[in-house]
């Protein structure tokens, strides 16, 4: 999950692409870079942290030009400490192209033998996002009949993109001296819509993966990119669109409307506002028609993307809805901090709860999901102490219990709390009096009645199903293998870390 951005303006474009990531920041929190285009050349700033950090006055001024990308990263694969692997990712052949990617390839490792040992290109990180890029830079290559490109030609090298590439991505690219390139892949897995806005100048575009960068900038939504779709917009603003995928179906990752997204975005015509509504509304109507005997006196949300859910809950059941757990909003998200002690500690510096809110109620906490279980299980304790005397806890979400491929971090079965493990001893394991989880028929109805033109769904992490095939065994035990020496090796810097800090003090 990563937050990409790419603008076409008609004035300097990079407050844009700022004020855009920082809309996007949810999306990511580990590294932000920048790129913009000023004629043939690209100025380039990027790094690790927050977009406020990376990017200063000093910065921002040598990012010149009216056209740029952006992308704010969270670490789906290769290295969340490694300032090599912050996007966006330039090739200066053929022509210069940056890239950068929301999603993750399921073949990255055979794609990088192949741009090796057949394409006779170099990749330099363990980053799939660079992966994507060269295989672009090849098929452009191979593709460019003169010295001029066209429209059709990049077209169709994104076509040879998808014949080539597995798995999930949103792409937002540009073409030294031609302009920007943004496409999706043929199963529309990870988001991307485009939007203009009209100035005394002539229309500019932007590109985004949630609707929510363009409501604020001012931009009206046109629409979603398709999947297999690739739009382009050359140097003048004149814009292009074409269909590259021979076969191409709409199936959105089910756990943007769960968690991931904006609840103010718009995803492929669908509120996720509204889809947040209505798995409250199915909660609800669950906990009524099977768990009657529950005595809930307060239901609380546990901030901030349940919110919608516990609200609409709380008003189906006639419950009250308080607000217990104060946030701390200058803690990032804990889902995609990297490193299983980081996110452990940072649940308290968090959220606080507020003791009168508890003391001696029985107490319904909702949440969107369970994941690992860590914030849960804090959660849950932090009630204990604040005195509830019953808590029982719902899930938004069905449970997690399969590895998630396409660019969201949890690909190891050990790390998911629900893998192997009934309701029952989930319960047991946050330490809840009772647990409640989200059918997943029920979840599917929740966002498809926000668009019944969305009929399918992408929801590997709930069923095991990978709808962009060629997942193995095999492939999930190497993944999790590398994900598990890559936790291992934060685990001891943090320790080492906190070693230091010690001595100092």
């Known amino acids: 999950m990563c937050g990409i951005l790419g603008v076409v303006a008609h004035s300097p474009a990079n407050q844009l692409l700022y004020d855009g990531l920082l809309m996007l920041q949810h999306r990511g929190q580990d590294a932000a870079g920048i790129v913009t285009a000023q004629g043939n050349s690209f100025h380039m700033h990027k790094g690790l942290g927050m977009v406020r950090d990376v990017f200063r006055t000093r910065n921002m001024r040598a990012l010149p030009g009216r056209m740029g990308i952006g992308q704010v990263r969270y670490p789906a694969t290769g290295s969340s400490n490694s300032p090599a692997e912050a996007q966006p990712f330039y090739v200066n052949s053929p022509f210069g192209i940056v890239l950068s990617h929301n999603g ?78 943004a496409f999706r892949d043929p199963y529309g897995i990870r988001p991307l819509v485009f939007g203009t806005i009209e100035t005394n100048a002539g229309t500019e575009y932007m590109v985004a993966s949630e609707s929510v960068a363009l409501d604020i900038l001012g931009f009206r939504l046109i629409r979603d990119v398709a999947p297999g779709e690739a739009i382009f917009i050359d140097m003048d603003g004149r814009f292009y669109s074409q269909q590259c995928a021979p076969q191409s179906s709409l199936n959105p990752c089910i756990f943007e409307y769960v968690y991931l997204a904006r609840p103010d ?10 889809t947040r ?52 909003r200058y803690v990032g998200r804990t889902f995609i901090m990297p490193g299983q002690q980081l996110r452990r500690k940072s649940v308290r510096q968090k959220l606080n709860a507020i003791e009168m809110e508890f003391r001696g109620k029985n107490v319904l906490l909702v949440d969107d999901s369970i994941i690992r279980g860590t914030t849960s299980r804090e959660i849950v304790q932090m009630a204990r102490e604040a005195g509830a005397a019953k808590i029982y806890f719902a899930s938004a979400a069905p449970p997690v219990r399969f590895p998630n491929v396409y660019g969201i971090d949890m690909p190891t079965r050990q790390e998911l709390i629900a893998t192997n493990r009934t309701n029952e001893e989930v319960c047991r394991e946050i330490g809840a009096d009772y647990l409640i989880y989200q059918d997943m028929d029920a979840l599917k109805q929740a966002v498809a009645q926000a668009n019944p033109q969305v009929a399918n769904f ?48």
């Open 104 to 181: 993750n390839l399921t073949n990255a490792d055979v794609l990088n033998q192949e741009l090796f040992l057949a394409d006779r290109r170099h990749v330099n990180t363990r980053s799939d996002s660079e992966v994507l890029l060269n295989v672009l830079a090849h098929e452009l290559q191979e593709r460019t009949t003169g010295y001029q490109l066209d429209p059709a030609e990049i077209f169709s090298a994104v076509a040879g993109v998808h014949e080539r590439c597995q798995g999930a991505y949103a792409v937002t690219a540009m073409i030294a001296g031609y302009g920007l390139l």
């Open 265 to 274: 975005s718009m995803l492929d015509g669908i509120s996720v506002y509204e």
């Open 277 to 328: 509504l209505n798995m409250g509304i199915n909660l609800a109507d669950k906990i009524s028609t099977d768990m009657r005997h529950l005595d809930i006196d307060v239901v609380i949300p546990i901030p901030e993307s349940s919110r919608p859910s516990a609200m609409q809950l709380a008003n189906r059941l006639g419950i009250s809805l308080r607000e217990g757990f104060v946030k701390n």
């Open 458 to 505: 992408e929801t590997s992490c709930f069923d095991g199903y990978y709808i962009a095939g060629n997942v193995t065994q095999e492939y999930l035990g190497r993944i999790e293998s590398q994900r598990n020496n890559l936790e291992l090796l934060r685990n001891q810097r943090a320790t080492q870390l906190d070693l230091t800090l010690s001595s100092v003090d």
